[in-house]
């Protein structure tokens, strides 16, 4: 079962019953990342739901010790939020983008600083190296200058090099920075005072309590929310191995439209675009590329509805207990990501009895659920 859906999808009016603290209270709990909160949502209702049950089954799963988030430490994150003028968006609010909400893993809370209207405006991303060669950051400079002009609202991550530039030239028009820390905590910061600009005339966000000083496990989750607010990602200038993919790589996977600047096949600082390129993300450069790439996007043509194949036989069911499947299920993951439906499939039990284990090994620490609906041992 496919998870990471926020509750207004599963119709469940989680606002009229849930308030902030809740909210704050079961995404800062130990072990419950942005798909396990809104599987828990789906399940049990609401926020305040969700917080009682919790113990109960870390205890079904052997965890004695199972505590929630106290009440304390998610109202110190509401305090800081409002030192740092910053503003909390629920995942049901009518402020939460829609764009980002129907991602897999879409973030159960938002802490912005500006305008939170950016968020659900026309928006694409402008991301690159932050060793970006003067070429690089002057076509940054005018690709993001041009895509304000077209209406674009220009998404970032506030780095060095390209999010830079591109973020400064969209001032004028609107831009939104990404956050990998506190939306407080400016990095670099060298860019405090570009930052500020950004709160006044665009949105600083993120999904990290303030005050958080930014971590590597911080940048991937990052990036998915750069690419989650966009129409299309364009990459200008990235090295074959950068987090910049990491953002072109999300952006397929959320079904968004990947574009990319070529560059000189002997500058390792465009090896990442040209691939990109080779393997078919759209050839840009200029904003008025970028435009066109998206006027000419159709939805795919219907499919051809072919005769069913013959069913293949239902595998055997699972004869053990809840010890027995966990032992089965972790028979049949590794370090590298494995989609659930298809563990699910291959384990030949009720869907409802493997998300019950598999939710109690996620507890445990000893499997880690990732976008997309994929789950791999920790």
């Given at each position: 079962m496919t998870i990471g859906l926020a509750p207004a999808r599963f119709g469940l009016p989680a606002s009229a019953v849930?308030?902030?603290?809740?909210?704050?209270?079961?995404?800062?709990?130990?072990?419950?990342?942005?798909?396990?909160?809104?599987?828990l949502i789906a399940e049990h209702g609401s926020a305040r739901a969700a917080l009682e049950a919790?113990?109960?089954i870390a205890a079904q799963s052997g965890i004695a010790d199972y505590a929630v988030c106290p009440e304390g430490v998610a109202a110190a994150e509401l305090a800081a939020g409002r030192r740092a003028g910053a503003r909390l968006i629920r995942h049901d609010s009518a402020d939460y983008p829609d764009s980002l909400r129907q991602i897999d893993g879409a973030p159960a809370i938002l802490w912005v600083r500006g305008d939170p209207a950016w968020l659900s405006r026309d928006v694409m991303a402008v991301i690159g190296a932050r060793n970006a060669s003067s070429l690089g950051l002057r076509m940054a400079r005018g690709m993001a200058a041009g895509l304000g002009e077209a209406g674009f609202i220009v998404a970032a991550g506030l780095a060095r090099g390209v999010d830079t530039a591109a973020h400064a030239a969209a001032l004028p028009t609107g831009?939104?920075?990404?956050?990998?820390?506190?939306?407080?905590?400016?990095?670099?910061?060298?860019?405090?005072?570009?930052?500020?600009?950004?709160?006044?005339?665009?949105?600083?966000v993120s999904e990290q309590p303030p005050g958080t000083e930014p971590a590597a496990r911080h940048f991937p989750t990052r990036n998915r929310i750069v690419s989650g607010l966009s129409q299309g990602v364009v990459v200008i200038e990235a090295a074959q191995r950068s987090?910049?993919?990491?953002?072109?790589?999300?952006?397929?996977?959320?079904?968004?439209?990947?574009?990319?600047?070529?560059?000189?096949?002997?500058?390792?600082?465009?090896?990442?675009?040209?691939a990109?390129?080779?393997?078919?993300a759209t050839l840009?450069?200029?904003?008025?590329?970028?435009?066109?790439?998206?006027?000419?996007?159709?939805?795919?043509?219907?499919?051809?509805?072919?005769?069913?194949?013959?069913?293949?036989?239902?595998?055997?069911r699972d004869q053990g207990g809840?010890?027995?499947?966990?032992?089965?299920?972790?028979?049949?993951?590794?370090?590298?990501?494995?989609?659930?439906n298809d563990l699910i499939r291959d384990l030949g039990v009720p869907a409802a009895t493997a998300s019950a284990v598999i939710l109690s090994l996620e507890l445990q620490g000893r499997v880690t659920r990732l976008a997309g609906g994929r789950l791999a041992l920790s």
């Open positions: 849930d308030d902030d603290l809740s909210v704050l209270r079961l995404i800062r709990s130990r072990r419950v990342g942005p798909t396990t909160f809104h599987r919790l113990p109960g831009t939104i920075a990404v956050m990998a820390g506190g939306v407080d905590v400016i990095y670099p910061a060298e860019n405090a005072d570009l930052a500020a600009r950004i709160a006044e005339c665009g949105v600083l987090g910049t993919l990491i953002t072109a790589r999300n952006a397929l996977d959320q079904g968004r439209e990947v574009m990319a600047v070529p560059g000189h096949p002997m500058d390792a600082r465009a090896a990442g675009c040209n990109l390129i080779r393997d078919g840009v450069r200029s904003a008025a590329d970028v435009a066109d790439a998206l006027a000419q996007t159709r939805p795919l043509p219907a499919p051809v509805v072919m005769a069913a194949p013959d069913p293949l036989p239902p595998p055997p809840p010890i027995q499947l966990e032992s089965r299920i972790l028979q049949r993951l590794s370090p590298s990501p494995t989609e659930e």
